[in-house]
């Protein structure tokens, strides 16, 4: 079974920066859909930005703060935030999807933004 495993969450101010790094516990097939999405408390799991093939798609929120790159020989994707706000405080997963459909999530790690 494959997994995601993230790191690189944690606490900063505002205006600061993060990576997050998510990486496939092994590569038994390649994962051609990988992003991020994020959730807080009492609200849906939103998309932050993600790999669908070739095309980058970002969350409106984020759009000129985050970037999303990958290594696909690894299964590997990373989001460089930058200019964090306190909005952007939230739960960060990794999510893939799998070539016969199926979704894949991460753990999970907390990102915290202070004013």
């Known amino acids: 079974q494959v997994q995601l495993v993230e790191s690189g969450g944690g606490s900063v101010q505002a205006g600061e920066s993060l990576r997050l790094s998510c990486a496939a516990s092994?590569?038994?097939?390649?994962?051609?859909?990988m992003g991020w999405y994020r959730q807080v408390p009492e609200k849906q799991r939103d998309m932050v930005a993600m790999f669908n093939g070739n095309d980058i798609i970002y969350g409106d929120s984020v759009k000129g703060r985050f970037s999303i790159s990958r290594n696909a020989a690894r299964n590997a994707v990373y989001l460089q935030m930058n200019s964090l706000k306190p909005e952007d405080t939230a739960v960060y997963y990794c999510?893939?999807?799998?070539?016969?459909?199926?979704?894949?999530w991460g753990q999970g790690t907390q990102v915290t933004v202070s004013s």
């Open positions: 999510h893939a999807r799998t070539p016969g459909g199926g979704h894949i």
């Open positions: 092994r590569r038994a097939f390649v994962l051609n859909t």
